[in-house]
């Protein structure tokens, strides 16, 4: 291999995106009495390569565990096909999801006094702008916050 195809080709494997998870803040609001009623977090992307990523969410679930009961949160599931957005490089993106109140007996109160588990499950597939190359990116947020 001659040394210009080896520079053309270390050139190529650098003009891809790279996202991935750099933080999931997790926002806690509480009634007047103190009590925990919502809860809101976000999964924080970040594109450090070189090129824009155009990032779409293939999947989204939640689920609440209390005991041996498993509760689906109500709407979430598989996106939309238009859930797709830009991230360009050294720039973020957000995802964002909450829970209010009640679902199926199960409260938000319930989580943060550690007697249900709140799981969810969110896979992002992303393509290269330039190269049309394609990637999958697993994440699981939060875990009783």
């Given amino acids: 291999m001659s040394i210009c195809s080896k520079t ?26 103190k009590v925990p009623v919502k809860m809101a977090w976000q999964l924080s992307l970040k594109n450090t390569g070189k090129v824009p990523a155009l990032v779409t969410k293939e999947k989204h679930t939640c689920q609440l565990q209390q005991g041996q009961r498993n509760v689906p949160f109500p709407g979430i599931g598989k996106p939309a096909p238009n859930n797709t957005f830009l991230i360009l490089p050294d720039q973020t993106g957000r995802l964002s999801t909450s829970f209010v109140g009640d679902v199926m007996g199960v409260k938000v109160q319930d989580v943060y006094d550690g007697k249900a588990i709140l799981t969810c499950d969110t896979e992002l597939s992303y393509t290269s702008k330039v190269t049309g190359e394609q990637t999958s990116e697993r994440s699981a947020a939060p875990q009783n916050a």
């Fill in 8 to 33: 053309v080709r270390s050139q190529y494997v650098s003009l891809r995106p790279h996202v991935g998870v750099f933080e999931i803040p997790i926002q806690r609001e509480e009634d007047d009495k």
